[in-house]
């Protein structure tokens, strides 16, 4: 496991690259999940930094995923944008998939909104679906904390009462009916992956009051708050989970429902960013 001295020193080895090419502190970090990464095409005055070039950054192994860095405006508010992440089925620790927010909480980053694609557990979803997450379940075995606690960035036992800010999330939901969308909330189940859930593993899940399943996103959010960001969530409805519909599961239908919903997902978050503070 990665000592506090030695994840300090990645962080700020990566901190000195981004700060020579970056003159100003970002308002706003967004994670941009599975086929999502379109709204970063829209940031002006951009700056984009591959993955591969920052110091000690993870690399993306997944389709839909770039794997690019954009520094730019959105809605007249810098923002720095993740076009693509990273999860904890392709082989990284904790630490580095969490490495990146680390990284904006030392830049000085405040506000995080993170999106995933997840599959539908709650049957009144439908694939398309926006949805505004309110709380989240971390059932993926592991938690990003785990270790020596990292004290320049948080306390030891960080509160989760609020993970994804209640006040962002009502502004969010109010906005949604003006944009032609059906406001919707949920509990997101965060799973390790990168099977997809059998049918008895999705009835669990929304026994235990699961809406939502996928394999990111929880350990983002609770590095984030460890660190004392706002976090926004939004998960987009990509599919029904195991056994709600007689369909099989493949990722290509994933990255369909992302391409067809991309441009009322990019709107709506364009949208967000004008009324956030």
Known sequence: MISEQELNKKIQEAKGYLNERITVTPEFGIILGSGLGKLADLAENSIVIKYEDIPHFPVSTVAGHSGKLIVGKIASKTVMMMQGRFHYYEGYEMNEVTFPVRLMQVLGIKNLIVTNAAGGVNKEYKPGDLVLIEDHLNLMGVNPLRGAN?????????????????KWREKAIELMPTMGLEPKRGVYAAVS?????TPAEIRYLRTIGADLVGMSTAPEVIVANHGGMKVLGISCVTNMAAGVLPEKLSHNEV??????????FVGFVKSLISILD
């Open 150 to 166: 990292v004290s320049d960035f948080g306390p030891r036992f960080p509160d989760l009462s609020e993970a994804y800010d209640h």
């Open 193 to 197: 992956g990168p099977s997809y859930e």
């Open 255 to 264: 990255i369909a429902t992302t391409q067809r919903i991309e441009q009322q």
